[in-house]
T-cell receptor
Framework: GESVGLHLPTLSVQEGDNSIINCAYSNSASDYFIWYKQESGKGPQFIIDIRSNMDKRQGQRVTVLLNKTVKHLSLQIAATQPGDSAVYFCAENQAGTALIFGKGTTLSVSS | DTAVSQTPKYLVTQMGNDKSIKCEQNLGHDTMYWYKQDSKKFLKIMFSYNNKELIINETVPNRFSPKSPDKAHLNLHINSLELGDSAVYFC????????????FGQGTRLTVV
């Protein structure tokens, strides 16, 4: 079936840099998207979400961009910190279904 | 208070055994899920229950049987465990079906030897 995927399995950045994590989704019927952060030994934690009627949503140090034309989702993290090191997942959802996850990008932040 | 709690956190067992993983949520959510995370970190939906009713049952061997005694609990029973069942299993819950975030438990690392 269709699923969400991520472009890069790993991303390494320096502390203080901005990070951009990308995700491509294939199901044009998906209307809700989430970014999750998973630290080692823990369950995924919600970062930010966006509905398909929006192009951009901002949180604290994070921004999610949605481009429905090319079915692309990105997570931008400003001033990346060592505590941001984790695996990041995008997930998509259609009405009445469960979240479908992409493969994850491991973000490594060096100081 | 832990929102979604699952037990045990670690489970090591031999092939052929039967085991259960328990999950409870205290968020008052209607929908609960089981996900399987493999060694490459890929998270795959297994089951979803809404108000104790099974609504999603992905292609999972029938050795896996979820049970929801009430809205706050969704347990996972696995019969005749196989080596390939080794993974981290996550329970999650959401307020409703679809278009809302899911809250995850801390995971159960199952190792079949």
């Amino acid at each position: 079936g269709e699923s969400v995927g991520l472009h890069l399995p790993t991303l390494s950045v320096q502390e203080g840099d901005n990070s951009i994590i990308n995700c491509a989704y294939s199901n044009s019927a998906s209307d809700y998207f989430i970014w999750y952060k998973q630290e080692s030994g823990k369950g995924p934690q919600f970062i930010i979400d966006i509905r398909s009627n929006m192009d951009k949503r901002q949180g604290q140090r994070v921004t999610v961009l949605l481009n429905k034309t090319v079915k692309h989702l990105s997570l931008q993290i400003a001033a990346t910190q060592p505590g941001d090191s984790a695996v990041y997942f995008c997930a998509e959802n259609q009405a009445g279904t469960a979240l479908i996850f992409g493969k994850g990008t491991t973000l490594s932040v060096s100081s | 208070d832990t929102a979604v709690s699952q037990t045990p956190k670690y489970l090591v067992t031999q092939m052929g055994n039967d085991k259960s993983i328990k999950c409870e949520q205290n968020l008052g959510h209607d929908t609960m899920y089981w996900y399987k995370q493999d060694s490459k970190k890929f998270l795959k939906i297994m089951f979803s229950y809404n108000n104790k009713e099974l609504i999603i049952n992905e292609t999972v061997p029938n050795r896996f049987s979820p049970k929801s005694p009430d809205k706050a609990h969704l347990n996972l029973h696995i019969n005749s465990l196989e080596l390939g069942d080794s993974a981290v299993y996550f329970c999650a819950s959401s307020q409703t079906r679809g278009r809302t975030e899911a809250f995850f438990g801390q995971g159960t690392r199952l190792t079949v030897v």
